[in-house]
């Protein structure tokens, strides 16, 4: 790693072992699948307590109605009750489906105006591009789903951490192995977005589709086979988003099922294909997706991207 | 049915007692996936020719490439040979996944001054769609897929006296029955186009997406389940495309496993919530998508759609 990295990486990093600073309390919501088993939602509560944090849990955050947490008309409500809950944190208990559903409900104008910090991932990568698309720079992050990271008897501690890092705005680097390094170094600066890659997909075409340019985009999904992943990086590729980008930043591709037919068609396949269309480098390894250790990544910050060999780091800067 | 829908139906039947009649000259080729076993192409072309087709196969019809039929460079080369060859029809052997790689590489303004009339569906959507927007007027179709329906031992004769008489100009009108029936009557004339759905929202935000208003959209799909189905659907209505419909037409969607978190929520609650959303009525149960009979109707082609009960029929125009 060069000294430039290095330096970079440690200037961003907060420091752990300070046990007794201020945790940033936390809001519990449902903005889309139903919570099936809801202890999971007390489970996650209390490992966020016992990490020092204040925690509210939404009066509908357990609701039902068939796969959706509730009536459409529930989780947008359960929005617009955390951005005046006055807690630091929005935090959603679960993806599933069910944000395309609000997406032309929400007043993203208004919910920008909260001083909450917004996180999820998957479905909710939906209201981050919306917000992104619709409510400017009101903080949005990719990062853990309470019951999914922190409901669990084994609990990844360094999603924890991270995600509380990031939180209390010490976290402002994050680094990751590159497993597909390139010959040349990279040392770029643009604004990071991203999320889950069909949600980010199913949103072309509209109004809450960010228009960035010049960005850093990171991308990830769960149970897609690499036919589908190509045809919608295609797609993004055919509608001009990948040519306007300087890198795309791939995360876990996980639980898909190759076919026979494939014979000899895999992931690694699609990359190589993508990157024979595009210029701007595609780098591999990003700790984002159904993955056990999630990180916290802000969408919509403007981010620094150094990448040495197999030493890659997002350095982002402060909010102002 | 009413005197007014039963004289529109009669007047496009063609009669398919006529035994001697001039049958169209059909290409094979293989614009996407590889045909695994090769000997479906060989007995594809003996139903044709059993039909008193002349039949041609593509030198690359068998070719394999991965999971292609070929390399990109020899599928885009089995178009133009299909353009050249002077036959009447192009015939997809199959689908699969493909098209999306060839996209950028077609010449389809060059491509559609062939008077080949191109046939296929699921994949095939994309070239069918492609041609729409980029290449004007050129006749497509979405019908048959050679190795699907023309192979089998016990093959559809429906399916195949349909495709026949369409290819002949001489069938331009399909009843099917319409299993959602309004209250009120229809009587609407529009563009017809659409195709499998997956497809179809796979080119949204690009330029190869048509911009058809008042138009007839007619959707199928296989092995999505209903919540993939709405979120591809809710893309189209938040895109505005589905309100700038004059009606859409539902053929099959099937192949989908519910899941016990679905708690109710199945195609019917989809396709009535999007109802929801739009003024132009929904109709349902068009002979369209993965099942044994297919119809083959036009794409971007002035199309009357008639209604009335469960009674409904699209009948399209002349050619000129």
């Known amino acids: 790693m060069s000294q430039k990295i290095r330096a970079a990486a440690e200037a961003g990093q907060g420091d752990a072992s300070e046990a007794l600073v201020q945790q940033p309390s936390i809001y519990l919501f449902s903005p889309a699948g139903a919570v099936q088993d809801r202890t999971r939602i007390t489970k996650a509560a209390k490992t966020l307590r016992a990490a020092h944090c204040e925690v509210a849990v939404d009066s509908a ?69 919306g917000m992104l698309s619709q409510g400017g720079c009101a903080p949005t992050w990719s990062g853990p789903l309470a019951t999914d990271q922190f409901a669990a ?27 597909r390094p ?59 988003v990948l040519a306007s980008q300087k890198a795309i930043v791939l995360g876990h591709f996980t639980q898909f099922k190759p076919v026979p037919n494939d014979r000899g068609f895999k992931l690694k396949t699609v990359i190589d294909f993508v990157q024979s269309q595009i210029k701007a480098p595609i780098l591999t390894g990003l ?30 800067e402060h909010r102002h």
Chains 1, 2 share one sequence.
């Not at 889950?196 to 075409?205: A, D, H, I």
């Not at 990180?295 to 890659?312: K, Q, S, V, Y």
Request: glycine share 10%; hydrophobic share 45%.
């Open 182 to 240: 390139a010959a040349k170094s990279l040392d770029i600066k643009g604004t990071l977005w991203g999320g889950n890659l069909c949600v980010l997909t199913s949103l072309l075409g509209t109004r809450f589709f960010p228009e960035i340019k010049g960005g850093i985009l990171f991308l990830e999904d769960v149970g897609e086979h690499p036919y589908r992943i190509e045809r919608m990086l295609l797609q993004l590729l055919h509608a001009g």
């Open 287 to 316: 700790p984002a997706g159904h993955v056990p250790t999630v990180l916290t990544l802000p969408i919509g910050r403007r981010t620094r991207l150094l990448a040495e060999g197999r030493d890659a780091f997002l350095v982002w």
């Open 153 to 179: 008897d084994e609990r990844d501690d360094v999603t924890l951490e991270a995600f509380l890092e990031a939180m209390r705005g010490e976290l402002e680097a994050v680094g990751f192995l590159n497993t």
């Open 61 to 129: 955050a357990g609701a039902r109605m068939m796969r959706f947490a509730g009536s459409d008309e529930e989780r947008a409500a359960a929005f617009a009750r955390a951005a005046v809950s006055g807690m630091d944190v929005a935090l959603a208990t679960r993806g599933g489906y069910g944000m395309h559903r609000l997406m032309h409900r929400l007043d993203f104008k208004r919910l920008a105006k909260s001083k909450v910090q917004w996180v999820g991932m998957s479905d909710f990568t939906a209201f981050s591009l």
